[in-house]
């Protein structure tokens, strides 16, 4: 009897101890959460300074109010994989976050043989910011105007057509192959080592289309450069709502660029809650509505758990048209 008395009073010192210790470690968690941030926050962004993740974050920087200041980091490479794979090894703390695009977090998982991280489990998704649609744009030599005179001259001319990209597995890239294969066209993909290198063929002839973010192929296309013929989102844009959108010919079609802040996984949801109110705040405000009007970007704002559900069809989707394109990156 005496034995088990004795056996019961260690295993309540060690329950207790237990319990002290989680409820230590979660008020430590919670007093972290209530002081977040207290030091310099790390937005990375995954591409290089200049384009659209890249404006984005540094509007977040310049506008958010959270006390402590917000460090753009620019880790471009490997399809932005270099920069999401920091993130993903990075503390769970709030002091760490990452720009993530379209490619970064739904399409370079079937795209890479050996991703360095997952793009879901590593991750605590934090809010959606914005979107932009893809342009169909030609060379002004290619006899077309419309999605449907398009099509009918792909039939009539498998294969003649190249479209370029900024390199593969880029939404540039996979809005052209989700394209081929809604229409049962047969195009030639030409991938280039930048935007800055396909742009100048595209307007000489050498290839004679691209699904190119709106942002840098609008001002092309209305200084006469290129003609756009349409836009790639289930809805026209706001910053050129003449241009119709393919859905209008291709019912389903839809193909959109988008941005999203993540977290590491593991980060305190206090401070998901924290950094989503932020976004929310910031891509709110009128002025900042405005420049992402000029930029052909639209503020797409969301929750965290909502940020996850679309994330999770996004990578459904692109996952189907990447294996079926047979695109691989190197």
């Given at each position: 009897m005496d034995s088990l008395l004795s056996r019961a009073a260690v295993l309540r010192r060690t329950a207790l101890t237990l319990l002290?210790?989680?409820?230590?470690?979660?008020?430590?968690?919670?007093?972290?959460?209530?002081?977040?941030?207290?030091?310099?926050?790390?937005?990375?962004v995954t591409f290089p300074?200049?384009?659209?993740?890249?404006?984005?974050?540094?509007?977040?920087?310049?506008?958010?109010?959270?006390?402590?200041?917000?460090?753009?980091d620019n880790k471009p490479g490997a399809g932005g994989n270099i920069g999401a794979d920091f993130v993903a090894k990075s503390a769970g703390d709030g002091y760490t976050l990452v720009l993530g695009t379209v490619?970064?977090?739904?399409?370079?998982?079937?795209?890479?043989?050996?991703?360095?991280?997952?793009?879901?489990?590593?991750?605590?998704p934090v809010s959606l910011i914005a979107s932009a649609p893809n342009l169909l744009v030609v060379n002004n030599n290619v006899p077309v105007k419309t999605v449907p005179e398009f099509v009918a001259y792909l039939k009539a001319n498998p294969n003649k057509l190249s479209f370029g990209s900024?390199?593969?597995?880029?939404?540039?890239?996979?809005?052209?192959?989700?394209?081929?294969?809604?229409?049962?066209?047969?195009?030639?993909?030409?991938?280039?080592k930048g935007r800055q290198f396909a742009i100048p063929d595209l307007v000489g002839g050498s290839i004679q289309l691209m699904f190119d973010n709106m942002p840098s192929?609008?001002?092309?296309?209305?200084?006469?450069?290129?003609?756009?013929?349409?836009?790639?989102?289930?809805?026209?844009s706001s910053a050129a709502p003449e241009i119709p959108t393919i859905a209008e010919s291709i019912p389903g079609f839809e193909a959109t660029t988008w941005f999203a802040m993540f977290a590491p996984a593991g980060t305190p949801k206090p401070v998901i809650d924290r950094l989503n109110a932020?976004?929310?705040r910031v891509f709110r405000l009128p002025d900042v509505a405005e420049r992402l009007k000029t930029l052909g970007l639209e503020a797409v704002l969301s929750s965290p758990e909502e940020l996850s559900a679309y994330q999770a069809s996004e990578i459904t989707k692109?996952?189907?048209?990447?294996?079926?394109?047979?695109?691989k990156a190197e």
């Open positions: 002290a210790g989680t409820l230590a470690l979660t008020l430590g968690v919670s007093a972290s959460a209530q002081n977040y941030p207290n030091k310099p926050i790390r937005l990375v300074s200049g384009g659209a993740p890249d404006i984005l974050a540094r509007l977040f920087s310049e506008k958010a109010q959270l006390g402590q200041p917000v460090v753009v490619g970064t977090h739904s399409i370079n998982g079937s795209l890479y043989e050996k991703m360095p991280y997952d793009m879901v489990k590593n991750f605590s900024p390199g593969v597995g880029t939404s540039v890239h996979v809005s052209g192959e989700l394209f081929k294969s809604m229409t049962g066209t047969q195009m030639t993909h030409v991938p280039y192929a609008l001002p092309m296309a209305r200084e006469g450069k290129i003609r756009a013929i349409a836009v790639t989102t289930a809805k026209r932020e976004v929310l692109w996952t189907k048209v990447v294996k079926e394109s047979g695109a």
